[in-house]
């Protein structure tokens, strides 16, 4: 008699939910030391596209006359700063410390989403809806059942054809 | 005494004169809606999940033989290739007497994040090259990979070398360690699993970020200048417009197919040591014995022709020609360039072997 009204909440989100609440409370403490880490390569990235603006302007300040006295030299400053900017930014996006920072923040960002999906996974088994490892198992199993059938068809096609000859 | 001003007056009616061409703008640009960019015609022959198989209407009576295939890059869309009459690449191979299919690899949803190379090179390729086969009732056809889509042909050719007649590889995405361009840099440093695993499919945001990178002050300031300057251009604006849609519509890359994309190419560059396998299979590029030509643009910044050109001397085949062109990646199939010399080399290649 007495476990009858917990019977009963047991159907409602609402203990699904609290069931699976401390997953949250995780999620967050985790989320948070996350943009600590993001935050960290977020500001190295801006470190590096702003040092290569300092120098490559510094370059130009050196090539290009103080004052464009007319339309030609307006281009041809224009140009010049166009070259040495493009030139820098490439030389800095081909270089190994931006690729292991972008890659990082990229991993970082990763991270939150990953942390993100769990809060909503936790969300969505409160209401009963299948979780994203749940329906990324049903795109397996359609895949694998898909490829299965492409290439049975895909083989008696080519059956047919050797046949007809 | 007042000081004299030294203004070009040149200089105020420049910038008076860019700012009208602002403003009138919008007078001269159609919404994106209305550019049409399939511009030869052409039927849809199969459709196999989301991809089409296109086989494009002759302009002239067929001259050759055997048919071409084009497997297109999985960035952005095949239109590049058909993007305007005067620069069609398509068009052009028809005008010489060819008969041209194209496989349009659609765009993959969520749904689609488990499709890999397999799916690609032994499933939709080769379910193409079997359709096009039994169509023309050949034994063999001609096979022509772009970019990415190069790749996937290189892979299709080394393992079924019986389909392929004569294969040319154009800009193709092969030694990823010799690659380079800010591309291979980025995609050397990519956690690759941890994207798929968490994200599914590479999203089209990614690589609009790749090309942003990519001379950025050429391609994001000058670039527009110029479009602002020459609004008054009709050609030019509805040449300009064409392209930037065309830039705007990249499909998401399938999980699966991206993740040993990034791995086997780029980071551990198996392909070209003969190491990588799709599904069970290796791909033994020395298998590739046919007449086969390559071709590199030197001022290609996203695909270098160091990345491209090993697939030449890697081959078994004792035919084969490498050519390389003074122009971009893009500038190789879609400008005058490619219309008055990269188009008529190949076709004069390829009429003798089809």
Sequence with gaps: MSSKPQALTSIGPMRAFAANSKKIAVELIEINENLVGFNQYMTEYYKQLSNTWGIAQKKVNLKAPKIPQDAEQIEAVKR???????????????????????????????????HWNNITNVILQSVNLPSKEEIDEVYKEIHSLKKRVSKLELELKKEKRKNAK | MLNESRIDPKIIEEVLKFSKNVIDA???????????????????????DKTRLLYYKPVIETKHKTPLLISYALINRFHILDIHPEKSWVRNLLEQGFEVYMLDWGTPTSMDKYLDFDDYVNGYLDSSIEFIKNKSSTEKISLQGYCTGATIATAYTALHPEN??????????????????????????????KMVDTIGNMPPEFMYYCFSVLKPFEQGIEKYIKFFKNIDDKKFVDNFLRVEKWLGDTPPIPG???????????????????????ADQLIDLKKIDMPMFTQVAVGDHLVSPECSMPLHYAVGSTDKTLKIYPTGHVGMIASSLSQKKVLPEMGKWLAERS
Aim: glycine share 2%.
């Design chain 2, 164 to 193: 392929v007649k004569n294969y040319i590889a154009t800009a193709p995405v092969i030694d990823g360690w010799k690659d380079t361009t800010v591309i291979s840099n980025l995609a050397k440093h990519m956690d690759a699993d």
């Design chain 1, 80 to 114: 010049i700063w166009i070259d040495i900017f493009d030139n820098d930014f490439t030389e800095l996006f081909d270089s190994k410390k931006f690729g292991n920072n972008y890659g990082n923040l990229v991993s970082k960002e990763l991270e939150l989403t990953k």
């Design chain 2, 26 to 48: 919008p007078k001269f640009v159609s919404a994106p809606d209305e550019i049409n960019l399939e511009v030869t015609p052409h039927k849809v022959v199969q459709e196999i």
């Design chain 2, 256 to 278: 699966e197919l991206f993740k040993q994309w990034i791995k086997d190419i780029y980071q551990e560059n198996l392909l070209i040591q003969n190491k990588m396998y799709v």
